[in-house]
């Protein structure tokens, strides 16, 4: 069945950086567009980067626009998510999601990140 596993969180310091995983199956990966999103306790869930199926269209709100980079390899069926100048704010959980159409629309379990000194 469809899965995808996040990997890479964990306990981070402010300033530094991050790189975060996402392993996927089940499912043709190179046609769906995949985005990261994250959601803080008593915040709404928030998109961080989404990359298109081929990778030639990414997008990054304003908040990590020269912070953010996402990338996927087809081959490995992965896409991958680096932030650098972390800050306590960027504390959450972090999740793939893969989106092809309303009827094909995936998920992670997610993984937790902490910035914080």
């Known amino acids: 069945q469809v899965q995808l596993v996040e990997s890479g969180g964990g306990l981070v310091q402010p300033g530094g950086s991050l790189n975060l995983s996402c392993a996927a199956s089940?499912?043709?990966?190179?046609?769906?567009?995949l985005r990261w999103y994250r959601q803080a306790p008593g915040k709404e869930r928030e998109l961080v980067a989404l990359?298109?199926?081929?990778?030639?269209?990414?997008s990054y709100p304003d908040s990590m626009k020269g912070r953010a980079t996402i990338s996927r390899d087809n081959a490995k069926n992965t896409v991958y998510l680096q932030i650098n100048s972390l800050k306590p704010e960027d504390t959450a959980v972090y999740l793939c999601?893969?989106?092809?159409?309303?009827?094909?629309?995936?998920w992670g379990q997610g993984t937790q990140v902490t910035v914080s000194s």
């Open positions: 990359i298109s199926s081929t990778g030639g269209t990414r």
């Open positions: 089940g499912f043709t990966f190179s046609t769906y567009g």
């Open positions: 999601n893969a989106y092809r159409s309303k009827t094909n629309n995936y």
